[in-house]
């Protein structure tokens, strides 16, 4: 099964066999658990349900104690039966679901920034700083008023930054640490340290 939960750690930059430097992002992948495998005939759908994590008991309720006292739950689906071919209670590590040289798929909640301006959101250029200009140097500009009597719907303007769920596809996993669950992926992923990542194989 090509999936795993995992947090990010950190980012480094790793060495290839011709010395050129790649930034890399390392990923705690720890251990995960199959807590249930649900099929078409019962639950109406084929998903495998995996857990991440630990969580104080106090913290779990009464209807998911028997499941154990995971954080995080996610569902994998595949069309792929082999991938399905899972039992429940299974314990999924690091190098059970990748290798070296696998193309995967990274799902992360990026970093909220709030309330943000248009240079910062949308990479708006600002307006000039010189010839008598005062306060045109991060604004907007115009946004067509009078073209039509109204915003229209997708306009470019300031508002909430981040904290919205990215992927990030075709990334290449280029090590993985057995021995602490380590899952080392080429380049940059979303979220800030301890985001929760779903991994997928491509």
């Known amino acids: 099964m090509k999936f795993i939960l995992a947090t990010k750690e950190y980012m480094t930059q790793i060495f290839d066999e011709e010395g050129r430097v790649h930034p890399a992002t390392v990923l705690n992948a720890g251990p995960n658990t199959v807590t249930q495998v649900k099929t078409e005939e019962k639950d109406g759908y084929n998903a495998v349900q995996v857990a991440f994590g630990v969580r104080k008991e106090s913290r779990v309720n009464k209807a998911q104690r028997p499941k154990g006292l995971f954080r995080y739950f996610r569902e994998y689906r595949s ?7 899972v039992a429940e209670g299974a314990v999924i590590n690091v190098d059970d679901a990748f290798v070296v040289g696998d193309k995967i798929m990274v799902s992360g909640l990026a970093k909220a920034k709030g309330h943000q301006g248009v240079i910062k959101r949308h990479h708006f250029a600002g307006g000039p700083r010189t010839h008598g200009q005062k306060h045109n ?64 194989g491509l």
């Open 137 to 200: 140097e991060r604004s907007p500009g115009s946004i067509g008023g009078g073209l039509r009597s109204r915003v229209p719907k997708g306009m470019k303007m300031g508002g909430r930054t981040g904290g919205r769920l990215v992927s990030v596809k075709n990334l290449t996993v280029v090590g993985i640490n057995k021995e602490k669950n380590q899952l080392i992926v080429e380049g940059a992923i979303p979220g800030r340290t301890g985001t929760l990542i779903e991994v997928r």
């Open 79 to 85: 069309k792929n039966k082999e991938d399905m071919a």
